[in-house]
């Protein structure tokens, strides 16, 4: 829930210029939604390695994202996979961090989950 807050100081007569009343809040009208984002689940498999996440982590945070889940496990072939789910504001932000996270050295795959083909 969005909540913004806007300080309107005013005397009694409705004037701004003398401090008399208390902060008011603001509520954005019904609907509005500022700073909407979507949560995106996404599916990474790469090399077991030291570093990995903090690499993916480091990636989807420089791109303004937010990891609000993540599951992690190892494979016996020396694989890790991931799930994350990120918050993206927009469909060409989260091209960027696929792109991106496809590009680290030691990621085999990366998909949008149920996005596969």
Same mark, same amino acid.
Do not use: H
């Given at each position: 829930?969005?909540?913004?807050?806007?300080?309107?100081?005013r005397d009694r007569t409705g004037c701004p210029s003398r401090p008399t009343w208390p902060i008011c809040r603001r509520r954005p009208p019904? $609907?509005?939604?500022?700073?909407?984002?979507?949560?995106?689940?996404?599916?990474?498999?790469? /090399?077991?390695?030291?570093?990995?996440?903090a690499q993916i982590s480091h990636t989807i945070s420089e791109e303004?994202?937010?990891i609000l889940s993540c599951q992690l496990?190892?494979?016996h072939n020396d694989t $890790?996979?991931?799930?994350?789910?990120?918050l993206v504001r927009d469909a060409p932000?989260?091209? /960027?961090?696929i792109d991106r996270?496809?590009?680290l050295s030691g990621m085999l795959?990366?998909?949008r989950r149920g996005q596969a083909g």
């Open positions: 829930m969005w909540l913004g807050i806007l300080a309107v100081i019904p $609907g509005a939604r500022p700073d909407a984002k979507s949560r995106v689940d996404v599916d990474m498999v790469f /090399r077991d390695r030291s570093g990995m996440l303004g994202s937010d496990r190892t494979e $890790g996979v991931a799930a994350m789910t990120i932000q989260l091209a /960027r961090i996270l496809q590009s795959q990366v998909e």
